[in-house]
């Protein structure tokens, strides 16, 4: 099977505020392929707005290259920026102008032209054709996200970059948002999402790069990353057998009783379960109840910033 | 050019949507104007009408200098500081684009708010020009009206903040009202600062926009003041354009 080509590739970005007082970004490279929605994930002040940034021609790195779709965006930012949208960290809106005047300015200055029927159709997609004549100040905060993330369409964008694009919504309004990324991957475009929620990077990206204080520390898909932390899934088992048995199953880091049921951590869940059936045969036991708990993004997440702590320390 | 239109169009209805923007811009001078005939008008030598025929053209002036350079700077600055500019910045657009829009924007808004007070000026004090005047202020005002913009956007640029950007601008303003014979008269100067006077963007505006209401002629000066006029608007736009800032500081 071929590798899906490039939509995004960077290489040692270096990037920093202040006149290199603030260093934001210490080497980042990564590669996003076409078609994909690929998360990134870090703490606040990580270094995702900036890389996002930095793709957009919004900030200059000190050294390092980015190219989208294989044009290099220090070079060209024009031509990059006519293939992009983009939705800012910070929703900014001109307050004073309806929903599709927006959409027609934002347009312009993509030299876009779009009819309004064109426009309506993009305000229909984000649930908003009841409020295109209504002033963007006049919004709530998630009807301006909204509106946000239809502007960051209007210019029919191949790779669309969205940051945080679900921050201040509520649940069934991220769940809308969510949908609708997943529609921008149906038709084909890539998607880039920076966001601080493990649960939006876990349902929605295909890969994840997990960058800390300004480097990436790890990535890959939510599943790899889960996997690469050997994180112990739990097993929560109805079963009468002595926990000194069950400690000694294979893949068993430990092993406990909890509210009558035994808790068992396995790195290997499916060996564990294997073995314990057998046990439980041998010993005449039946297992009343199995419940497997997996381990999430989150605690894989939470693995990795420990240990880029650790090694931040060390380096210090 | 279509780009061009449809970005101007958008400020020209953001700017008329804002109910603080009308007042300062449309209702207050023709409310100074109102203050100035009710005040001054019944005392002067030349009586109500002639000081009305005086006074108007002054006003007129004194609008569009501190409208450029106070008043079009407010555009800018929001846009910047609310973060809107940012967003723009990760469109295609050109600064010089915008910079033309900016400017388009603010002189159209001074256009009508100068035509506002001629028109309340003619209704309601009789405040009569005839029509050779006319036509010969028109394109003068417009370019007086195009400096005056160009300079607040210069300050705009140079500006990290709208704080600063507007205390520059109101220096700017009160040093040039008393140093160019728009409030007082020039032979109570100094002789130095007389000079230096003479060579400040609003000298040329006040004598554009003045002479030709006033006497029907471009004045004594004329060549003088359209070099000057025409300098400080191409250095002003240049420098704008150079130094335009896409986000606030600090």
Redesign the interface.
Known sequence: MSEAPAAIVVRDLWASYNRGRIEALRGVSLTVAAGEIFGLLGPNGAGKTTLLSCVEGLHVPDRGEVSVLGVDVLRHPNAVKRKLGAQLQRTALISNLTALELLEAYAALYDCYPSRQTLMALLERFDLVALAHRRAGQLSGGQQQRLALALALVNDPQIVLLDEPTASLDPQARRAVWALIRQLRDEGRTVVIATHMLDEAEQLCQRVGVINKGRVVACGSPAALIAAAQLAAELRVAVDLPLALLRALPAVSSAEMRDGYALIRSTQPEQTLQALYTLARSHNASVRSIAVRHPTLEEAYLRLMSESAETSAKEA | M??FF??TR?LV??TL??PAVLFWNLAFPVLLLVLYVLIFGEQARAGRAGFVQWIVPGVVTLNILSFGLIGSTSLTMQ?RE???L?????????ISTLFAVFVATNVLVCIAQTALVLAFAALAFGWRAELDRLVLSLPLMLLAITLSVALGQLVSSLSPRFALALAIAQVLFFLQLFTTGLVMPMDLLPAWLGEVGRWLPAYAIGDLVRWPLLEGSLGAEAARNLGLAFAYLLASGALAVRFFR?ESRG
Do not use: C, D, F, H
Request: overall charge positive; cysteine-free; aromatic content about 4%.
């Open positions: 279509r780009r449809i970005l958008a209805l953001t949507r804002e846009m609310a973060g809107v940012r967003r723009v910045r990760a469109t295609p657009v050109s896409w």
